[in-house]
Nanobody
């Protein structure tokens, strides 16, 4: 399995970006995908997750209402639409795949140690 993240860049506060994560070799319909981020000097934190079917999503409180995670099974791609960006959203964003997807999305999707595969990260910088 390989995950290729893209779409990062520099944007002004209040602007928007859409990240993409193309997954190759991932076929499990029971899997889940997620986005995490890591700001300089901080630990990696959960952003959003989606079941492979797209039927359920979950967001961190810090991005709820501003970010939307979605998936396109035909393209094996997961997206993160980020609106109303803030300087505190500046980070490297990583996509991840949890093949077994144990338990409920809301409870387990934020646990990064459960994820089997990680993309290389894409930098998002929000200027004030």
């Amino acid at each position: 399995v390989q995950l290729q993240a893209s779409g990062g860049g520099l944007v002004q506060a209040g602007g928007s970006l859409r990240l993409s994560c193309a997954a190759s070799g991932l076929t499990g319909s029971s899997s889940r995908m997620a986005w995490f981020r890591q700001a300089p000097g901080k630990e990696r934190s959960f952003v959003a997750a989606i079941t492979w079917s797209g039927s359920s999503t979950h967001y961190s409180d810090s991005v709820k209402g501003r970010f939307t995670i979605s998936g396109d099974n035909a393209k094996n791609t997961v997206y993160l639409q980020m609106n109303s960006l803030r300087p505190e959203d500046t980070a490297v964003y990583y996509c991840a795949a949890d093949v077994q997807a144990f338990g409920q999305l809301r409870t387990y999707s934020g646990m990064d140690f459960l994820y089997d595969y990680w993309g290389q990260g894409t930098q998002v910088t929000v200027s004030s």
